[in-house]
């Protein structure tokens, strides 16, 4: 039955049968975590043909590849309701909406891609905004002010956006990723092929290319002394395992929640696999690898011979009851658990997962396994007195960052030292800081940082975790400390400091955050959270000769505590904390020894801000190359 049409109004189900039979080219020229995807001009707006999308002119289709897409979504439809959407074209009479209709059908003319604090986002290119913050018609004056209004409110309807983005995730192999490869330049052109490889195959994946991008640009001198190591370097960029799985639970109020959950083993060449889970609302594919394939590496440096892995969900554990979260933790573990195990893979504590998480997820892989082998959570569960455990991770950074100012004839006392992030690492941060002498002015959260002048002292640690744990703001904290401020949406980083200790998350510092920090008088950089710094970013600090501690090498504490407990498991020594300390400061010099040496071997300078980043990841590269050459094609 055919409804009747009256000006511009529009039966909206005619719209959606309407949207699916148009040819929808999405070019992507930036990924970011989150993407609002809207709709612009037609093409008589001049302004439509000044704006290039970002990074090249757009791919054209066909007109045989336009016909044959045409007449396959066509077809898919039933015949009735293409009779109907014949005859709904004939009603429309008012020849300004139908050329609209016609026109706007075309998102990909329509939109153009730009980067809006940090994330890419596709823009209208009527009104130049993004979202919902429409506000011009496309059309102006033309037409009466009913067509007007209307035009405007499809301008508003995300209906044909949704469509859109539904058919951009639906042929991946037609999206197109422009995502500059800031390091590309400086690379061989063996080097080189590594990464376009890893770009073609996971184009999507931007934190796992930036990754790959950093390690092979770390690699070149290696690669061109051994063209043996490209084919190895290829076979370590696929994971061994990647595991994605629902995460069903049931809330409070009794309704069901679903969630997405992953677990990449990324290699098992040097021994079973430890890698952290992270709970946090952006994880994602490309982040589990990035953080799997990172550890990797780590784990390579440490002294214990182990394989990596990494994995968590996109659940938010912010505002939820325990009952909640002990129950998304056990449906979590009902997937995972037969992939996990001493000899397999034990996972640890990451961003959003905690002693309480572990404690949950530990308690359901007990009961589902029928053993109790293996340490998910480290001693407070398993036996009583101290433990270095949360806090070995935080200590190592200090420890490493006193290495590093020894070599100078420096010395931690007295410097300032900028701290973003406010969590685990960071508190251990600070409290490792002020024993050595240092003076610690700065903490963040997502919402901005709060600066000290006089400096943080243990008291006032005490205070920030009360903040924390209750979940409060830290601009709480400068109702009590008169001296101290809260600056929302900023970054720490133009504070005047010597010492900067990044401990929040990926890429929290970009290119003005490196400027700023190379004007606030910073030396010395130790990355406490995994690849702080975008590649624009790395490229201000090394040219300002900025020493950089990198993750795989300064963060290597949580991997020794972790080996450091299952020991003691195993063999019923007692470790007293003194004990437990004096064993990671031995672990974190070896591991910065061998770091310094894997540069010196392959002509890099100790005085090199690139000496300890290279280093790092040749020593690591060449002990997993060792052992996959060993073991064959497997």
Not at 243 to 252: A, E, H, L
Not at 474 to 494: F, G, H, I, M, V
Not at 531 to 540: F, G, I, Q, S
Request: charged fraction near 25%.
């Amino acid at each position: 039955m055919l409804l009747p049409v009256s000006g511009v109004g529009m039966n909206s189900t005619m719209d959606d049968m309407n949207l699916i039979q148009q040819r929808h080219h999405l070019v992507v020229r930036e990924l970011g975590e989150e993407i609002d995807l809207e709709i612009g001009p037609s093409d008589d707006d001049p302004s439509f043909a000044n704006t290039p999308l970002i990074g090249g002119p757009p791919r054209e289709p066909s007109a045989e590849e336009h016909d044959e897409t045409k007449m396959v979504m066509v077809s898919q439809l039933p015949s009735d309701d293409q009779d109907m959407s014949k005859s709904q074209a004939v009603k429309r009479k008012k020849k300004v909406v139908k050329r609209w209709r016609e026109e706007w059908a075309d998102t990909y003319k329509w939109a153009y891609v730009d980067v809006k604090e940090g994330t890419a986002r596709i823009f209208c290119s009527v009104c130049r905004e993004y979202g919902r913050k429409h506000r011009r018609n496309p059309y102006g004056n033309e037409g009466s002010r009913n067509m007007q209004m209307s035009a405007l409110e499809e301008h508003n309807n995300s209906l044909l956006h949704k469509e859109a983005l539904r058919l951009q995730m639906a042929s991946k192999d037609k999206i197109i990723v422009d995502k500059p490869i800031y390091v590309k330049a400086l690379m061989s052109k063996t080097a080189g092929s590594i990464v376009e490889a890893a770009l073609k195959r996971d184009p999507h994946e931007v934190e796992f290319i930036q990754s790959v991008q950093e390690v092979v640009h770390a690699l070149e001198r290696v690669i061109a002394k051994n063209s043996h190591y490209v084919n190895i370097m290829e076979r370590l960029l696929e994971p061994e395992r990647m595991i994605i799985f629902r995460v069903p639970w049931v809330d409070d109020r009794g309704e069901t929640n679903v969630n997405r959950g992953f677990r990449v083993q990324f290699s098992q060449a040097l021994g079973p696999c430890r890698g952290g889970i992270r709970f946090h609302p952006l994880m994602n594919l490309s982040i589990a690898k990035f953080l799997g394939f990172e550890q990797t590496l780590k784990n390579a440096l440490s002294p214990y011979k182990l394989g990596g892995a990494a994995g968590g969900s996109d659940f938010d554990p912010k505002g939820k009851s325990d009952n909640e979260i002990m129950r998304f933790c056990q449906s979590f573990m009902n997937e995972i658990y037969r992939y996990l195990g001493p000899d397999k893979d034990l996972p640890s504590e990451e961003m959003g997962v905690g002693t309480r998480e572990m404690g949950y997820l530990f308690g359901q892989y007990r009961r589902l396994a029928g053993h109790f082998q293996g340490s998910f959570t480290g001693p407070r569960i398993f036996w009583s007195g101290s433990s270095l455990r949360t806090e070995a991770t935080g200590y190592g950074l200090v420890f490493f960052a006193q290495l590093m100012l020894a070599d100078m004839n420096k010395d931690l006392k007295g410097l300032r030292c900028v701290v973003s992030g406010s969590g685990k690492i960071a508190m251990h941060v600070l409290e490792k800081l002020i024993a050595y002498g240092a003076l610690p002015i700065t903490v963040s959260d997502s919402k901005g940082y709060l600066v000290d002048e006089d400096g943080f002292d243990y008291m006032k640690i005490a205070f920030l975790r009360d903040i924390k744990a209750q979940q409060r703001s830290l601009r709480d904290y400068s109702k009590t400390y008169a001296r101290s401020k809260y600056y929302d949406e900023s970054k720490p980083w133009n504070e005047r400091c010597d010492v900067a200790f990044p401990c929040a998350c990926q890429n929290e510092i970009d290119q003005t955050d490196a400027i700023n920090l190379v004007n606030s008088g910073c030396r010395v950089l130790i990355e406490g959270s995994n690849m702080p710094c975008t590649p624009e970013a790395v490229d201000v600090l090394r040219k300002a000769n900025i020493l950089i501690a990198p993750a795989m090498a300064a963060g290597a504490g949580g991997v020794v505590a972790g080996e450091l407990e299952l020991n003691h498991e195993c063999n019923l020594i007692h470790w007293s904390p003194e004990d437990f300390e004096s064993k990671l400061q031995e672990a974190i010099k070896q591991t910065y020894q061998r770091a310094l040496k894997a540069a010196t071997d392959f002509g890099y300078q100790k005085e090199s801000p690139e000496a300890l980043v290279h280093g790092a990841v040749i020593s690591a590269f060449l002990t997993i190359a060792q052992a996959m050459t060993d073991q064959g094609c497997v």
